[in-house]
């Protein structure tokens, strides 16, 4: 073959190549939105009330433009185990605030230490005498410590956890437990309001308080996915759910819902 056949010949196998790659990668991107779960917005008139949780995984957050988004609350990560404190958020707090959201702070339980370590951290990372929704607990295997703890271990701590956190912001907490987990742990964990995620469908159970519909959603304001949620309630229930604590209950543990 000539020296001319053979450069055409070269050009065609990097054109099909090519091509192909090209091909591939439509074929992902058609099959990532496929699969990603759709949003399937809860009936807005039983579900008025949509929220977002996030982290420093969301970046910088426009959070002006995220609370004219029908956004009216949002769930902000804290703390993680004894000694974490997520770096985003003192002024995710600050700046969700002055955008006139009702916000809250969560901590992430981990396995390998101490709830009474846990509770230090987080109550002096979350400030206190501001209004602030109850405070949520986070329980779930993924990114957490390789030991997997008995239920009544958990719960052990996980009351270590409560004990303080509940008298320090004077509203009993809310827990947050995944699916994975929820089959081995949740029925052995101390009883309180949950916030439940449930995105292939709607949810079954009726006691909750928040439910996290959608891991993939998109908010105005922020770059990427974020977590949406609704409130079981109207507008009267953010307000109760936000009210500031009174002063006979801020030194004290809370009732127990």
Not at 10 to 21: F, M, Q, S
Not at 119 to 124: D, G, K, L, P
Not at 156 to 172: D, Q, R, T
Request: proline content about 8%; charged content about 20%; some cysteine.
């Amino acid at each position: 073959m000539s020296a001319g056949g053979q450069g055409s010949q070269g050009l065609r196998n990097r054109l099909i190549v090519l091509a192909l790659a090209f091909a591939f990668l439509a074929l992902a991107i058609w099959a990532e939105g496929f699969f990603r779960p759709r949003a399937f917005p809860p009936d807005r008139g039983e579900f008025p009330i949509r929220g977002i949780d996030v982290s420093h995984h969301q970046g910088r957050i426009d959070w002006p433009r995220v609370a004219a988004d029908d956004v009216a609350f949002a769930i902000i990560k804290a703390t993680e185990g004894g000694d974490h404190v997520d770096d985003a958020f003192a002024e995710n707090l600050r700046q969700a605030r002055a955008a006139g959201l009702a916000v809250g702070a969560y901590h992430f339980l981990t396995f390998c230490r101490p709830g009474a370590d846990q509770a230090r951290n987080f109550i002096s990372a979350v400030p206190r005498g501001g209004q602030l929704l109850p405070p949520v607990v986070d329980i779930e295997f993924h990114g957490n410590c390789p030991h997997r703890p008995s239920p009544a271990e958990l719960n052990a701590e996980l009351l270590a956890f409560l004990g303080p956190v509940e008298a320090a912001y004077g509203k009993p907490a809310i827990i947050y437990i995944t699916d994975e987990m929820a089959p081995t742990y949740s029925a052995h964990l101390a009883v309180r309001q949950r916030w439940l995620r449930s995105v292939r469908g709607p949810l079954n159970e009726d006691d909750w308080v928040y439910w996290q519909y959608l891991d993939k959603g998109r908010v105005d304001g922020i770059d990427g996915d974020v977590d949406l949620n609704v409130l079981k309630g109207g507008p009267a229930r953010l307000t109760e759910l936000f009210a500031p604590t009174p002063e006979s209950s801020s030194s004290g543990t809370p009732r127990s819902p």
